[in-house]
């Protein structure tokens, strides 16, 4: 099972690794040759949400009457964490886009609506909690919200890594 999450954290590293540049042009302004298109954005978090399912059902170890509840209810809720990743993405682009002019309420405002949209990734993930639980035996669901905390914390960290500290 280790190997198996270790693979596939790592086949996620790679795909940061392969595409990562549209996020690190995308938040670096200030070369005007580099800024990603909304497409290639686009295509990344596709290829995130695909490997995240990768991930999650290489881990999971779902009987086929699991798989039949599990998948559609998974589905439900990455529409809810989409949601989540829409204004995610959005106040990068606010980000990139005043990066260079940032005033200090700009700043101010920009840290705040992200605690924002932090609040609303665990209040999904909260929300989505019994539903799982419905459906799966308890350490399946425990073993799931692992997962996805996991696979959600190592973007968070690839998303950190790549954005530039507010100029001073």
């Given at each position: 099972m280790l190997?198996?999450?270790?693979a596939a954290v790592l086949i996620l590293a790679g795909a940061?690794?392969?595409h990562g540049a549209a996020f690190a042009q995308q938040a670096q302004p200030s070369d005007s040759t580099a800024v990603a298109s909304d497409q290639d954005i686009q295509m990344l978090r596709q290829d995130?949400?695909?490997?995240?399912k990768q991930i999650i059902a290489a881990n999971m170890q779902?009987?086929?009457?699991?798989?039949?509840?599990?998948?559609?209810?998974?589905?439900?809720?990455?529409?809810?964490?989409?949601?989540?990743?829409?204004?995610?993405?959005?106040?990068?682009?606010?980000?990139?886009?005043?990066?260079?002019?940032?005033?200090?309420?700009?700043?101010?405002?920009?840290?705040?609506?992200?605690?924002?949209?932090?609040q609303a990734f665990v209040n999904t993930r909260v929300q989505w909690m019994p539903k799982f639980e419905?459906?799966?035996?308890?350490?399946?669901?425990?073993?799931?919200?692992q997962i996805d905390r996991r696979v959600s914390a190592l973007i968070d960290l690839q998303l950190a890594s790549m954005i530039p500290l507010v100029k001073q």
């Open positions: 190997k198996k999450s270790l940061f690794v392969v995130i949400r695909s490997q995240r779902l009987t086929d009457a699991e798989a039949t509840k599990f998948w559609p209810v998974y589905d439900a809720y990455m529409k809810d964490v989409i949601k989540n990743s829409d204004g995610r993405f959005a106040l990068i682009k606010e980000y990139a886009a005043t990066y260079d002019t940032m005033t200090d309420a700009q700043a101010l405002s920009l840290v705040k609506r992200w605690g924002a949209v932090d419905a459906i799966l035996p308890g350490k399946k669901a425990a073993l799931f919200y």
